[in-house]
DNA sequence: CTAGGACTTGAACTAATGGTGAAGTCAATG
DNA sequence: CATTGACTTCACCATTAGTTCAAGTCCTAG
């Protein structure tokens, strides 16, 4: 039973309301509709919201945080949280991999550029 | 003396003719012209796209990517490619600890959850 | 000298990404 | 019961990195 507004999440998650609505469309929140068909959020919105945001900063899309957070169940518990932020965790870990995977690329510089 | 048109940069470099012309659009690359108006690059040409396609995966934009290229000179000695290689380097280095930065904020999972 | 493959331009198009804005509707309060 | 702020939808915006198209031009090998 949901009991935030668009407004309420958005102040306690740090975005626009515009963005609530956003990520609501895009799955990665979800939310109950009034008689008068208002948003209604339970109070893990905010907190899948500020989730979603680190996640963008480990480079993830709203499409892959959708999936991230697909996992995560209704009224989610501690554990499911961790689980969650392990599964973020290894993500940034491959990036990080990513990146000194391309640093020696460039170190080999003579293959990148044989003059 | 550019000798090379967009057809042979294009095979040297593994990128299609479009993108050729693309990257000289966004200054990523130069070329002069033949009497026919036709473009003829550089050996250096294939060279700077390769390094370019390696600084994407860093994940820097063309327009980083043309900042980056615009201190190579002309007929670039061994030397100056170093100095690109380093700058390129030290960008993915700083990519790198944001991540573990980011990494950090999940770690600190009660922060971004109070539940 | 001529055939045809490679080249030229500019604009439109694609496709994803991450939202914002306008116009109109709802709801809680004085 | 009217105001006002919050809410609704849907279309639109801006950026990024190219691709595609058409109509025409160049250049090189035979």
Redesign the pocket.
Known sequence: MGTL????V?RESG?????V???ERQGLIT?A???????RFDADAACRIRVARVA?RVG?????IRDLLAALPPDPQLADWQSLHDRLTAEAERRIRDLHAALDDIGSGRRLCEL
Do not use: K
């Not at 975005?15 to 963005?19: C, M, Q």
């Not at 509709?33 to 948003?39: D, F, H, I, M």
């Not at 993830?60 to 892959?64: G, M």
């Open positions: 507004t668009v407004g309420e958005a975005v626009s309301g515009s963005a609505r956003f990520y939310a509709r009034t008689g008068g068909n208002q948003r963008q993830l899309t709203v499409n892959e």
